[in-house]
Every structure is written in C-alpha cells, then in structure tokens.
C-alpha cells in the first residue's frame, strides 16, 4: 500500500468561469482569475491497495456514490503518468458546507490530485497535474497554487498562472454563509444548460477576454477600486447568463441580495470591499485588510447571515503526510 495526505484551500474566482469548450475534456469556454483563501480547507487522503476491486470514496464520512465517476476519471489519468493499475481509497473531509458555492469541489480534487500523485511516486508540482484536477472540476487547478492565479485556455488545453504570491498583495475575505444546504442545480450541469439556452451566453464569452486583460493590468497595478468594479462587473455578467438559462439559474436568496446592497454602500461610503458570488448563495466580500473589521460587522449585521468565515490569501495544494 502507498498512501498520501494533502491539504487544499477553495478558490474564489474575481474573473469567472462558466461555461466549457469541450464536456468531455472539461475544457473551459473562458479563462479565469482567482484568489486562493486560506480560512476554507479540505483534507484528503489517497491510498492505492492492490486488493480493492475499484476506487472507493469517502466524502465527510460518508460513501459518496454520486462522485464515483469523476473520481474514477481522475484517478485514471493519474494511474495512466504512473503507470499503475492499483485502485484507491479516497478520504476526504472539509471543514465548510460542501457543494454550496464555496468551491469545495476545486479544493477537493486539487487535494485529490496531488495526494493521488506523492502516493503514486509523481512529482506533486508536476504542471501535467493540472489537467487531472481540471477533470474534476474546472475550477480545481486555480488552487494547486496560491495567491492570485490565472487560468488561461491554450489551444490544446489550459494552463495556470500565479501570478501573485499571497504577501504580494495581502487581501482579505469575508464569506458569508446564508445557508449550508447544498445546491440545486451543480455548476457543471448548470453550464451546459446556460451555453444551450441563454441568448447572454454569447455575449459573455465574447466580452470575457477584454475582462481577463484588465484584470491582469489591475492586478499589476495593485488598483483595488479598478479591481472591485470589474470583478463585480465580471460576476453580474455571469449571473445574468444563470438567470436567463431555462430552467433558471437562480442561485441567489434573499440575503444574498441584502449583503450586495450593504456592500455596496460600504464601498460608497468609501470602505474598500467588493463581492463576488458564485453558483450559490454564499456571498464572499473582499477586502483590503484594515476593511475587514467593518466589513464583518457590517454582513454579521444582516438578518439572514449564519456565520462569517473570515481569512486571508491562502497556500497551494500541499502534501502534509506520506507513507509510500
Ligand atoms: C461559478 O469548476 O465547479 O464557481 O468544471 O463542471 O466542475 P466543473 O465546474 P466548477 O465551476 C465553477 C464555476 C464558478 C466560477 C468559477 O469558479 O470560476
């Protein structure tokens, strides 16, 4: 038996994805850009046995059968750089909602990927290791790596940036949590029904590059109120796509709407803070560091609001123990 454990952090992304190119590669339709936090993680252990007669997960305690096949699809493309035919089992715990918006797949299988891979004797920062945690989840090799990281589309695939370490440019992150129920409708499901159904799908996709850039040039310059009404921008424009794919995408709920318009007059009133909210009601406000006091104050405020997590730009994917 060879065994391995890692550590990922959710991402969120200011630059969003939504949509793919190719389902069966899970190619992204649009780059992304996304800031790694420290305060989420997910715990993942990984041990191949050659006595198991196919991989096997346990996902907070629980069997979870509904994720067998991209585990499976994962675990295949790293059993194929090894060269191994051993099957895995998998225990992966985080400690935040699961499937609710806050990127527990993107953690998930970035700790996946890189404790399958010290377990399987590969290099666990092996760049081809991006493409397996692309497999799980779109949005899981952002956070391989920490800090500010961009995800670009290449013409056969996609590669990651990092382009910003996280004492680089410090921010902070307030997540609000409104519920802890999972979602409806998975953003992969979702996407695809978007690309099918709304007349804004076009449009995004179109206008997503020029939004990429100017983040770049932001992020350069450390533009932080360029940065919030972009980012803000970027994600309005994604969640008009989700409202108008049929069935609806309505992923907000009415806190969710009440922590945006609190947000947003912090930020009139001259607070540096912005949101971004992704397949899911959760609101994250992002922040200069010395804004997050009164930004916590301010969300913890809102009826509706159960908890605030609160933290920093975190770390890559790390392998924190192996036994191989
Ligand atoms: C709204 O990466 O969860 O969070 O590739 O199908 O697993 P799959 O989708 P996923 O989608 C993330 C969508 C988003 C925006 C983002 O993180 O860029």
Redesign the pocket.
């Known amino acids: 038996m060879s065994s391995a454990t890692a550590l990922a952090h959710p ?3 200011l ?4 949509g ?1 190119r190719d389902e069966g590669a ?1 190619l ?1 339709a649009v780059g ?1 850009l ?1 800031v790694t936090l420290d305060a989420l993680r997910t715990r993942t252990t990984v041990s191949f046995e050659a006595d198991l007669a196919r991989d096997e997960l346990v996902l907070n305690g629980e069997t979870a059968a509904a994720e067998q096949t ?1 585990l499976a699809r994962c675990l295949d493309a790293l059993r194929q750089l090894a060269g191994s035919r051993e099957f895995a089992r998998v225990h992966s715990d985080n400690d935040f909602p699961t499937g609710a ?1 806050l ?1 527990s ?2 953690s998930g ?1 970035a700790a996946l990927t890189v404790a399958g891979a010290m377990a399987l004797g590969l290099d666990p920062a092996d760049a081809r290791l991006e493409a397996v945690a ?1 497999i ?5 090799p ?1 956070s391989l790596y920490g800090g500010f990281v961009l ?1 670009e589309n290449t013409a056969s695939g996609t590669r990651c940036k990092p382009l910003l370490a996280p004492a680089e440019w410090p921010l902070n992150v307030v997540v609000a949590v409104t519920t802890e129920a999972g979602k409806a409708t ?6 695809v029904d978007s690309e099918r159904t709304s007349p804004y799908y076009a449009p995004w996709v179109e206008t997503h590059p020029a939004d990429l850039a100017r983040a770049r040039t932001l992020l350069a310059a450390r533009d932080f109120d360029g940065l919030a009404d972009l980012a803000e921008h970027n994600c309005l424009k ?1 969640h008009a796509v ?1 409202l108008t794919t049929q069935p609806p995408l309505l992923y907000w709920l009415p806190v969710t709407l009440a922590c945006m318009q609190v947000i947003t007059e912090l930020r009139r009133q001259g607070v540096p803070v912005f949101y971004t ?4 009601p959760q609101v994250k406000a992002v922040c200069l560091p010395e804004a997050a006091d009164a930004v916590a104050e301010a969300l913890g405020a809102v009826p509706g609001v159960l908890r605030l997590i609160t933290g920093q730009l975190g770390e890559g994917a790390r392998i924190v123990d192996a036994d191989a």
Do not use: Q
């Open positions: 991402n969120i992304a630059i969003k994805y939504w793919k899970n992204p992304s996304s991209r918006g990127a797949s993107a299988y692309r799980g989840s779109g949005s899981a952002r995800l998975s953003s992969r499901d979702g996407m994604m989700m909210i992704d397949a899911g």
